[in-house]
């Protein structure tokens, strides 16, 4: 089920601080509800977020069901390519939407859109791959506990 793990504390990690950041939207207009901003996420962005994520999942797992996506480096390479140009595009149009609105929240909006969007998507990817395994678990359980006739019984 999956590979030999690699020693991911082989190299040294930097020393994380905290740090606060002045973030503002306070000068766009919200929403339709009056409360939220709201971003229209483009269907492309989404979709080539999904790919690079499934990648580095299938990549960073370790999981031998996603030996085929690993195998593939030109898919990796292709879904981060498009995932970067994807990003380049819409970072660059909140930038000139900020220059033409004249108001640099719209892009901190983008950013954080953005930066949402992968967070969810890692969160999706991930949840579904936890469950995947939940069900491969269970199914193994149940064929171990009990015999054939209850197996037959509950597929049924």
């Known amino acids: 089920m999956f590979l030999s793990p690699k020693n991911i504390f082989d190299h040294t990690l930097p020393e994380l601080k905290s740090y606060k950041i002045n973030f503002s939207l306070k000068r766009l207009t919200p929403g339709v509800d009056n409360i939220h901003h709201d971003v229209h996420i483009s269907p492309k962005l989404r979709k080539s977020a999904i790919a690079i994520i499934e990648y580095l999942i299938a990549i960073h797992s370790n999981a031998t069901e996603l030996e085929s996506i690993k195998k593939s480096s030109s898919g990796l390479t292709n879904a981060r390519d498009d995932f970067q140009e994807t990003c380049v595009d819409v970072l660059l149009n909140a930038i000139n939407q900020a220059k033409l609105q004249k108001e640099y929240q719209v ?3 983008a950013q954080a859109a953005l930066t949402r969007l992968i967070l969810e998507e ?12 939940k069900n491969i678990i269970r199914k193994n359980e149940v064929t171990r506990s009990s015999g054939i ?3 037959i019984l509950l597929k049924e």
């Open 149 to 151: 006739k209850t197996v």
């Open 107 to 109: 892009d901190f909006l």
């Open 122 to 133: 890692i969160r999706n990817r991930f949840e579904s791959l936890v469950e995947h395994y």
